[in-house]
């Protein structure tokens, strides 16, 4: 089966009871048992949901996973990942250049239970490897990394992880499972902001885990059940609808940003461009091997922080607001959306500053967003 035809028939394409082709909400909080004695499928919805079950096989599907599970946020995921195979004492090395909602996690939470942690350059293997410590137990990793897109070699990083004894987990929220499956490469869990591209529409709040190993996906799914931190019946019909369209959308919105990107990279007011479908973007190499695209994420840097707050102030048809990977493009300002949660000088240092813009590129003519930017550009 080829994937586009996956995404449709490789799980859950109907009903089993009805044979409905829409998998019916079942907002059921418990079941009669019919036997007190006996096993069933379902009991409680905390524990397992007609709904959220079709989901989650769908999601082990899409990433070539054992197991899937299905979660309230992308940060939830996150944490149920972590907390699946961390105890007090353990430490974490970690992509230094993470989502601010990660990093807040990190620094400010984590730590509350004797999990400690060090940011490393995990592009770069030997950085990578110096930072493990002999109480490391988890690499997290993140690529393409939020909002400069820094790549990473999964197949190596990978390899590493196994040589140490680690368990390794990719925020894959990004490129989603569309054009990139980290598990083929030997990382044990991927992870994703199900609102994003996985959703698509911008219209709900979800996250997502999936497992090489049904071991581990059991601790990952007994940290769901114990926690209460699974994903609504209602929410997870919306999910199962978005990602019908999952390929149709990465193609097109992908194709988008390799052209916005090859345009802004042309501009004498634009700094730089990340993107790794250029052959300029470090890292292109490694993803054009290891994924079957590059995205649709564009971040670049403008000449100056008025021409950056020229631009978020002026443009129309790009929609000002966080989060990214909806139908509609969404032109955010990391230093004071996504990563505000890191301190001005740790964002520095990341080059995110206040000259830094990210667009997240739709299903509009890429045309129009063109002439939306520039128009936006040249208004100060």
């Known amino acids: 089966m080829k994937y586009d035809t996956m995404i449709l028939h490789g ?5 089993a009871f009805t044979g409905a082709l829409s998998i019916p909400v079942y907002p059921a909080s418990t079941y009669r048992q019919a036997d007190v004695d006996g096993g069933q499928d379902y009991y409680y919805s905390r524990a397992g949901n007609p709904t959220r079950r079709a989901l989650e096989e769908t999601l082990a599907v899409l990433e070539g996973g054992e197991c899937g599970y299905a979660f309230a946020s992308g940060m939830a995921a996150v944490t149920a990942a972590l907390t699946a195979v961390l105890k007090a004492g353990d430490h974490v090395v970690a992509t230094k250049d993470i989502y601010g909602g990660s990093y807040r996690l990190f620094t400010q939470f984590l730590g509350r239970f004797g999990v400690s942690h060090t940011f490393a350059d995990t592009s770069d293997i030997a950085a990578t490897e110096d930072a493990i410590r002999p109480e490391t137990r988890a690499l997290f990793l993140e690529s393409p ?3 400069v897109l820094k790549i990473i070699d ?13 368990v390794s987990m ?24 199900a609102s994003k591209f996985l959703g698509g529409h911008s219209d709900l709040i979800a996250g997502a885990v999936v497992a090489r190993d049904r071991n581990l996906g059991r601790e990952v799914g007994f940290v769901q059940s114990t926690t209460g931190s699974m994903l609504s019946p209602e929410n997870s019909w919306l999910l199962l609808r978005g990602i019908k369209t999952l390929g149709v959308r990465m193609k097109a919105q992908a194709e988008g940003a390799m052209k916005i990107a090859h345009w802004l990279s042309g501009r004498d007011w634009v700094n730089q461009v990340f993107y790794p ?37 002026n443009v129309r048809t790009c929609t000002v607001a966080v989060s990214l990977g909806g139908v509609e493009s969404i032109l955010s300002y990391p230093a004071k959306m996504s990563h505000a949660a890191i ?6 240092k990341l080059g995110i500053n206040w000259r830094l813009l990210r667009l ?13 930017i520039d128009r936006a550009a040249c208004s100060m």
């Not at 799980?11 to 009903?15: E, P, R, S």
């Not at 997240?360 to 939306?372: A, K, Q, R």
Request: net charge negative; charged share 25%; proline share 8%.
């Open 170 to 193: 990719v925020d894959n929220t990004f490129l989603s499972p569309y054009f990139f499956r980290p598990l083929e490469y030997g990382i044990d869990l991927s992870i994703h902001s």
């Open 145 to 147: 990394s939020n909002p």
């Open 343 to 348: 301190p001005e000088p740790e964002r520095e």
């Open 11 to 15: 799980a859950a394409d109907h009903d």
């Open 154 to 166: 999964f197949e190596s990083m990978a390899a590493l992880a196994k040589r140490r004894g680690l």
């Open 277 to 313: 479908g250029l052959p300029s973007h470090p890292g292109h190499d490694i993803i054009t091997r290891q994924a079957s695209g590059y995205g649709a994420v564009v971040s670049f840097v403008a000449d100056s922080k008025e021409r950056a707050a020229a631009i978020m102030k």
């Open 360 to 372: 997240s590129v739709g299903l509009e003519d890429p045309d129009d967003l063109i002439d939306d």
